[in-house]
């Protein structure tokens, strides 16, 4: 009895051993989709009529002309260049570039644009001399961009853009002086929902929104503290604080209760998934510099990491979910050249928040 006992265990255990690994979150593959003679940067990807599009900063060689490229692709395997967006700002160009589906759909591009203003541009701006300001392009098929918008409040860095019930959020931070330390919600058409000071320096980094039918969730990055050796002058990472996340409800206007997420994250993007789920990619710290794919736990509080990416840093991925696998575009460098990547991977099932 007692053999029949440990032999019912022993196969118990094997088959509870075998689904949990065949349950398990993991890579598919990971493939280079573009080579860049020089440097790309920030890239972000979205599905949009059964096609997918991805976006990068990219400054051809041998050439002053900075753009944001975005390439296409039917299959993801195939890529070709679907159209090249002149920076606003061709001494500087654009940076963090944002892709969305709208409501009425249409592709939004949103990007950072820093550098000189041009007397010619867009009312407020024709009268700076220099100004950091988010635009937004739309398009119908990914090829031809209507002209430039202002899309928030000058100086504000926007790090993510989400629609939920036909309005558009966004999460920016202060770049300036007077407001480095200040984010902002912006959302629904109402301008800047929530603003908030931390009493930390140099305050928060960057932010992530989700939304779930009722409530919304902010992550954010803090920045580290930093000090400078009085005899060196060299400057250190005098304290990194971990990173927080927060929840509203309509109408998403108050994010100030932040829960302590108990580990040190950097460039979060969080995405909803079809079956609720909420995972995020984060660069994270603890061990050896990395980007993860982490779990959310809403009722902990909590992120759980499951995947390490093959990024090799942290870094800001896009990301994007189809035919029940997890996307994710990133760019990595290569002997003075970066080039674009894009993973997939299968989720696991059958997890609850």
Not at 50 to 61: A, G, L, S
Request: aromatic share 10%.
């Amino acid at each position: 009895m007692n053999r029949m006992h440990v032999s019912l265990a022993a196969v118990l255990s094997f088959v509870v051993h075998v689904g949990q690994a065949a349950d398990e979150t993991r890579l598919i593959e990971a493939k280079k989709i573009w080579e860049s003679e020089t440097s790309v940067s920030v890239t972000d990807l979205v599905r949009f009529k059964d096609v997918w599009y991805c976006v990068f900063y990219d400054r051809p060689k041998d050439s002053a002309n900075k753009m944001l490229r975005v390439i296409t692709s039917a299959d993801g395997v195939k890529w070709e260049s679907a159209s090249d967006v002149p920076c606003r700002f061709a001494s500087r160009g654009d940076s963090d570039p944002r892709l969305t589906v709208t409501p009425e759909n249409e592709l939004m591009l949103v990007a950072m644009g820093n550098g000189p203003v041009d007397p010619a541009d867009l009312p407020p701006l024709k009268d700076r001399r220099h100004t950091t300001q988010a635009y937004s392009w739309t398009s119908k098929d990914g090829r031809k961009w209507e002209t430039p918008r202002l899309f928030c409040e000058e100086y504000y860095r926007v790090k993510c853009v989400r629609w939920h019930k036909g309005e558009v959020y966004s999460f920016s931070r202060g770049c300036i002086c007077g407001n480095a330390s200040t984010l902002h919600i912006d959302g629904g058409g109402r301008g800047v929902v929530y603003q908030e000071t931390p009493s930390y320096w140099p305050g928060p980094g960057s932010g992530s929104l989700v939304f779930t039918d009722d409530v919304a969730y902010c992550f954010m990055a803090r920045n580290p503290t930093y000090r400078i050796d009085r005899e060196t002058r060299e400057h250190y990472v005098h304290k990194a604080p971990s990173g927080v996340v927060s929840s509203s409800k309509p109408p998403f206007n108050d994010f100030s209760d932040w829960k302590d997420l108990g580990m040190r994250i950097a460039n979060p993007n969080a995405i909803r998934l079809a079956d609720g789920r909420i995972i995020a990619a984060v660069g994270l710290f603890d061990k050896k510099e990395r980007t993860s794919l982490c779990w959310f736990d809403r009722k902990a509080g909590k992120l759980r990491e499951t995947l390490v990416l093959p990024v090799g840093r942290s870094a800001i991925v896009g990301l994007a979910s189809h035919d029940g696998h997890l996307w994710i575009s990133y760019h990595k460098p290569h002997d003075e050249k970066s080039h674009v990547y894009l993973a997939k991977v299968k989720l696991a099932s059958g997890m609850a928040d």
